[in-house]
């Protein structure tokens, strides 16, 4: 396990956040307990080891780099990873967020300033499962009881408060459903054929939040397929997941066994001086697993989900999608008029 921080007078390491706030500065909240069986600390995994090759040639041509989408400042003057971090810090204290990025991706937390919490660098990206687990099983090892909220460091949402309003709510919810993950799902505004759609189910009685059984998870879905969908009011999913520690566990020693008991083998040598070695080793015989589409489509009886509605949202994975983003809120970042004048020329968006 790797912590990054800045270094303060004396070479002290300052694991204070970084003083530019996107909005009042208030204590981190902690959600309801009431209804919870027992109380647990929660923590937060932020996904940000993606490579992020289908914005790749669309970054290179508006931006001039390289980097993966979650490093760039797309929009704005801080990166989507820094705008993960400060929403996440609205419901629990950073010193709990443990980020996982790629070998290679070291270098650009250098221009984040001061990191939160801890960061684990995973050899090589294996896909969502391997990135997900390996930092749940850090968390294992400090607080087995913890619960546990997901998320992704590269989405754009605009209602922020309202979003992680709705976040709090789902950590409440997992500590009331203590075998479940509840999964966080956006109204869908069209026929989006590279999300997962979530079908709600039975609703879920008590405790003041609008939550749902899962009646099936569907998982890209062709165009067809996407506009049913759409017309059945099924809601789009944003990986942002809740859940007790034991309950994730759990749910991929049913869905990914191999690969959880690999993975649990090398992070208890997570911080040791063969941390690098053993977690080499272990992800040279891993497959690539995405933790959507074994999981959460795969076993949709361990899901809850709770609706975000009137939250605009959006994975910014697709060059499209960060145009029309642009267009709705009419921002006009500076890389914008070159992108539309090489577009009025009849050329490709690249990606």
Request: net charge positive; charged share 25%; with cysteine.
């Amino acid at each position: 396990m790797r912590k990054t921080a800045s270094r303060g007078a004396g070479g002290v390491a300052d694991t204070r956040i970084r003083a530019e706030p996107a909005w009042p500065s208030t204590p981190a909240e902690e959600p309801d307990q009431e209804g919870a069986t027992s109380a647990s600390i929660i923590w937060a995994v932020v996904l940000a080891g993606g490579q992020g090759t289908r914005l790749q040639a669309f970054l290179r041509h508006v931006l001039d780099t390289d980097r993966p989408k979650q490093f760039c400042r797309i929009i704005g003057t801080r990166s989507m990873l820094r705008h993960t971090w400060d929403r996440v810090a609205r419901l629990l204290d950073p010193g709990r967020m443990v980020t996982i990025i790629t070998a290679g991706q070291e270098q650009f937390l250098e221009d984040e300033g001061v990191v939160p919490g801890h960061v684990l660098v995973q050899p090589v990206n294996k896909e969502t499962a391997p990135g997900l687990l390996l930092p749940l099983l850090w968390i294992a090892q400090q607080d087995p009881g913890a619960t546990v909220a997901v998320f992704p460091a590269d989405h754009f949402i605009w209602e922020e408060e309202r979003f992680m309003a709705c976040a709090r709510a789902a950590v409440g919810a997992a500590q009331r459903y203590l075998d479940r993950l509840v999964v966080l799902g956006v109204e869908a505004d069209g026929p989006e054929q590279d999300y997962g759609w979530i079908a709600p189910g039975s609703p879920c009685e008590g405790g003041g939040t609008e939550l749902y059984q899962v009646r099936r998870f569907w998982e890209k879905p062709d165009r067809q397929t996407a506009r049913h969908l759409l017309a059945n009011g099924w809601l789009w999913n944003t990986f942002v997941v809740a859940g007790r520690l034991e309950a994730f566990l759990g749910s991929a020693r049913a869905a990914m066994p191999e690969l959880l008991e690999r993975l649990r083998m090398a992070a208890g040598f997570l911080g040791t001086r063969d941390e690098t070695t053993i977690l080499s080793a272990a992800y040279r015989s891993l497959r690539p697993t995405n933790f959507s589409r074994t999981l959460l489509a795969g076993r949709p009886q361990d899901l809850l989900v709770l609706p975000a509605r009137g939250v605009y949202w959006s994975d910014w994975g697709d060059p499209h999608r960060i145009l029309r983003t642009m267009q709705r809120f009419e921002r006009r970042p500076g890389w914008l008029p070159a992108c539309a004048r090489w577009m009025a020329a009849g050329k490709t968006i690249p990606g």
